[in-house]
């Protein structure tokens, strides 16, 4: 990290106004670094909030400190939180490389007087923090969050609830520790997380076996008649409308991991999970192998992430937004084939 010791004495100091905030509909890495930096803060005897750009998946609820989070765009919580960035002595961001990530906090954010640290590990991270703990090969921006404690001297500070919370974000963003990221160090980590009181089988269940009727109808009916599979290309998408969204009344989180499905099928290099949001079209994009979804992302839809784990972006309809990616695939056509060819042999 950056200026470690300069950053040690100010947490060591006077205590401060602490924002902290992530990206919009926050996931588990998201929402879990969050608190787990938040409970933390409060151990030290800083005023600490958590700040959410939006609202985020139901099956989070349980980390400590869920309740007290503020939800930048519920109308009734605005102008507090606007006051709050205003009034902040430190102001944390995490899981997110860019401002326009925070929605419309993001010009408060820049606008403030506040010292700002930046928790990472997305690519292309923006210049705007006085303190960063940058690394793109990092699992996910909670295993930095663990070693910011560790470095800071506090490791005795990590109780059960921050272990927990630490272990949700390293769990879900290295797929339950099967994606290539998942090093010995992550699992030196896990292991720190578990003698720290970590309950990794209540974790896992709290975030996977904890749905509703209504969520795996929906995955059901998407599989059966939303998935298409394009074989010539390696590719496999998802397109789904606002109107199949309120059938199944989707709720933020309910279509996490959709993705997955896709991409779990023999052969397939390239998913893509295509949502009409109404505000916008969102994309959810994975690969495998050495295919980047985020080049693809950024070049073509406005988005970024990780080389097999990105997001996008489209104000086009849904039905020019799939057109417009069917359009690109003859492009990648050799590299996703060949990529495809180099993993089954």
Known sequence: MQQLQEFKQLINGSPLKVVITTHHKPDADALG????????????????KVIAPTDYPRFLNWMKGQADVLVFNEEKQTAHCTALIAEADLICCLDFSALSRINEMGPFVAESKA??????????PENFAQYELWDSKAAATCELIYDLIVMLGDEALIDKEIAECIYAGIMTDTGSFRHPVTSAKVHRTIAGLIERGADNSRVHKLVYDNNNEARLRMLGYILLNR???????????????????????????????????ALSIEGIVLAALIIDRTEAVKISFRSTGSFSVNK??????????????SGGRS??????????????LPTYQEELLHVSEQLNN
């Open 33 to 48: 670094s969050s608190l787990a930096l938040y409970n933390y803060l409060i151990a030290k005897g800083h005023d600490a």
């Open 115 to 124: 010292v700002k640290l930046l928790v990472d590990h997305h690519l292309n």
């Open 227 to 261: 998935l298409v599979v394009l074989k010539e290309y390696a590719t496999a998408y998802i397109a789904i409308t606002k109107d199949e969204l309120k059938e199944f009344n989707s709720m933020t989180g309910d279509t996490e991991g959709f993705v997955n499905y």
């Open 296 to 309: 693809f992302a950024r070049n073509h839809f406005n988005g970024g992430g990780h080389e097999n784990a």
């Open 315 to 328: 104000d086009l309809s849904l039905d020019e937004t799939v057109a417009k990616f069917l359009a690109l």
